[in-house]
C-alpha cells in the first residue's frame, strides 16, 4: 500500500516508519522540514519526503493523489508558543482538506483516552482533533492512548528523572490517580493491526495495558526494576502551579509540557473495554516488563526516538531552518583554531560525543551551573541530554542547544541554542584543511538583543575565554 506518514520525525513516526517499510508498504513522510527526515538507509522506491507545513493554508497540490491510507501523529501539548488547542485544531484542518483531495481510504489517528467527566486541556484538545479529522471522503480509526512507556518516551524519561535522584518524594496528590499505561510496542502493533483493517473503520477504540495502576505505584515500580529503595509520600496542598514546577525542576522537561502533564495527570486516565487486542492477536505487555525492555534499549543505545528532539524548545522556535546561516554582523564572536595533527577521526569522534553524559570537555561543572541558572529563569537546563551517546541527527536536542546541522564526512557540527537568553547564540565545529595540516575550527557566535544582551556577553565573556579555549584545546588533543 501507499501510505501518507505525518509526524515522521516525531516520537511515534521516527518507530512506525521502519515497521511499515519492513511489511512492504510504499511510504510518504510529511515533514515541516525535509533538511530533519533523514531517509538514507531506506530502500529510495518505498520512502519518499513531502514538506508541508499543516499550520500554514493547503495547497492541495503538493500533495500525492493516489494514497492508501494515512497516518496523523501530529501533537503540540509541548509547545510553549501561543494556544496549542488551536494550533492542532488548525493543523487537524488542513490535514483533512489535502487528504480529501487525494484517493486515501482511511485515516488513522492516535489520540488520548478522554473517558473522564472533567478533561484537561490537552485532552479536550485531541478530542476536538478527532472530530476535525472526521469526513466523507474517508474512514477514520482512532486509538486512544494514555501514559507510554518506552525508551525516549516523555513518560519514561520523567519517571527515570524522578526516581533515579530522590530517595525521598514530596508528591502532590494526583500521584493517587488511576492510570492505564501502555508499552510503545503495543502501540505500534496497534497502529499497525489497525491498517486498511474494514472492521475498524470509523471506529475508535481506547488502548492501554494489562494493569490499572496509580501514578506512585509505577514509580515504585520502576524503582524495583532499578533495585533502588524509594520512599513517595503525597500532600493534599500542592497546587497544580506548584506540581508543574515540582516536575519542571526535578525532571528533563520543559515547563510548558509539565503543565499539560499536571493538568492530564489530575484526571484518571483508565482504557474503556474492547476486544481490539484480541482481534488483532497482541498480547498486551505488563508495565514492568515494559520498563526492562525501555532499559535494555537504553543500555544497548539503541533509543530509536526521543520526545526531547520533537522541534519544540524554551525559546519558542519551531522553524530552524532560517537559523542555519550563522550571522556575521552586529554579533559577538570567539574563534579558536588549533592544529589538529592529522587526528581527524579522532577529533570528530570527540566532537559526536559532546553534551550528555560525556560532557563539554572542560569546565563540564560551569555548563551545569550555566543549566540551573537557565532553569531558575524558566529554561530547559542541561537535563534533555542526548538521545544516542555517539550518533547526532538534524534536528535532535543536545542538552540545551539543538542541531541545526550534522555533516560527519564534512566534519561539521552546528548548534542553536535553545537556552534563556537576551539574544541569539550558535556554536559550531568544523574540521578544515589548510594544505596539508586539518584544523579544528570552533566558533562561539552570539548575537545580542538590546543593551541587556550587550551586558550580558560582557559580563560572561572572562567565563566564554577560558571555557572554549580550554573545550577546543581538549576537543583537539583528548587531553
Known amino acids: 500500500m501507499r501510505i501518507l506518514l505525518t509526524g515522521a520525525t516525531g516520537y511515534i513516526g521516527k518507530r512506525l516508519l521502519p515497521i511499515l517499510v519492513e511489511e512492504g508498504h510504499e511510504v510518504i513522510c510529511v515533514v515541516r522540514d525535509a533538511g530533519r527526515m533523514q531517509v538514507d538507509q531506506f530502500p529510495p522506491e518505498q520512502v519518499s519526503v513531502v514538506e508541508i ?73 485531541r478530542l476536538k482533533v478527532e472530530h476535525v479529522l472526521q469526513s466523507d471522503h474517508y474512514a477514520c480509526t482512532i486509538l486512544r492512548a494514555g501514559i507510554i512507556v518506552g525508551s525516549g518516551s516523555a513518560s519514561f524519561e520523567i519517571i527515570r528523572d524522578l526516581v533515579e535522584k530522590l530517595p525521598v518524594m514530596i508528591a502532590p496528590k494526583w500521584v493517587r490517580n488511576p492510570i492505564q499505561p501502555i508499552a510503545i510496542r503495543d502501540v505500534l502493533k496497534f497502529l499497525l493491526g489497525v491498517l486498511h483493517n474494514e ?207 550534522a555533516d560527519r564526512n564534512k566534519g561539521r557540527l552546528l548548534l542553536y541554542a535553545e537556552m534563556k537568553l537576551p539574544g541569539e547564540a550558535w556554536l559550531e565545529f568544523r574540521i578544515e584543511d589548510k594544505g596539508a595540516t586539518p584544523y579544528l575550527h570552533q566558533t562561539a557566535t552570539f548575537r545580542p538583543v538590546g543593551v541587556w544582551g550587550r551586558l550580558y556577553w560582557y559580563l560572561i565573556s572572562p567565563f566564554h575565554l577560558f571555557i572554549f579555549k580550554g573545550m577546543a584545546r581538549r576537543l583537539a588533543s583528548g587531553r
Not at 483531495?101 to 484537561?120: E, F, M, P, W
Not at 505505584?217 to 508543574?244: G, H, W
Open 199 to 405: 472492521k475498524t473503520f470509523d471506529h475508535n477504540y481506547d488502548i492501554g495495558g494489562p494493569e490499572v495502576l496509580e501514578y506512585r505505584e509505577m514509580l515504585l515500580q520502576y524503582a524495583q526494576v532499578r533495585r533502588l529503595k524509594r520512599y513517595i509520600i503525597d500532600v493534599p496542598v500542592m497546587t497544580p502551579r506548584l506540581s508543574s514546577y515540582w516536575l519542571y525542576f526535578m525532571t528533563s522537561t520543559s515547563y510548558p509540557l509539565a503543565v499539560n502533564l499536571v493538568d492530564s495527570l489530575k484526571v484518571p486516565v483508565v482504557a474503556r473495554k474492547n476486544d481490539l487486542a484480541a482481534q488483532l492477536g497482541i498480547k498486551l505487555t505488563p508495565y514492568k516488563k515494559a520498563l526492562q525492555r525501555a532499559f535494555r534499549r537504553v543500555q544497548q543505545n539503541e533509543v530509536v526516538s526521543s520526545w526531547k528532539d520533537a522541534l519544540v524548545g524554551s525559546r519558542g522556535k519551531s522553524d530552524l531552518d532560517e537559523y542555519i546561516q550563522v550571522p556575521q554582523y552586529g554579533c559577538f564572536i570567539d574563534h579558536q583554531q588549533i592544529d589538529i595533527r592529522g587526528e581527524k577521526e579522532a577529533v570528530k569522534q570527540r566532537i559526536w560525543s559532546i553534551g550528555g553524559t560525556t560532557g563539554w570537555y572542560y569546565a563540564t561543572w560551569l555548563w551545569k551551573i550555566r543549566g540551573v541558572l537557565d532553569k531558575m529563569v524558566g529554561g530547559i537546563g542541561l537535563r534533555r541530554g542526548r538521545t544516542n551517546p555517539d550518533k547526532i541527527e538534524i534536528g535532535d536536542a543536545l542538552d540545551f542547544w539543538r542541531v541545526l546541522m
Open 53 to 125: 507545513d499543516f499550520l500554514l493554508p493547503p495547497d492541495t497540490s503538493r500533495m500525492p493523489k493516489d494514497i492508501d491510507a494515512a497516518y496523523y501523529l501530529i501533537h503540540s501539548m509541548s509547545s510553549s508558543e501561543g494556544d496549542f488547542e488551536v494550533k492542532e485544531t488548525r493543523s487537524a484542518d488542513h490535514f483533512r482538506q489535502y487528504v480529501e483531495a487525494t484517493d486515501c481510504k482511511q485515516v488513522i489517528y492516535l489520540s488520548g483516552i478522554s473517558n473522564h467527566d472533567r478533561l484537561s486541556k490537552h485532552l479536550r484538545s
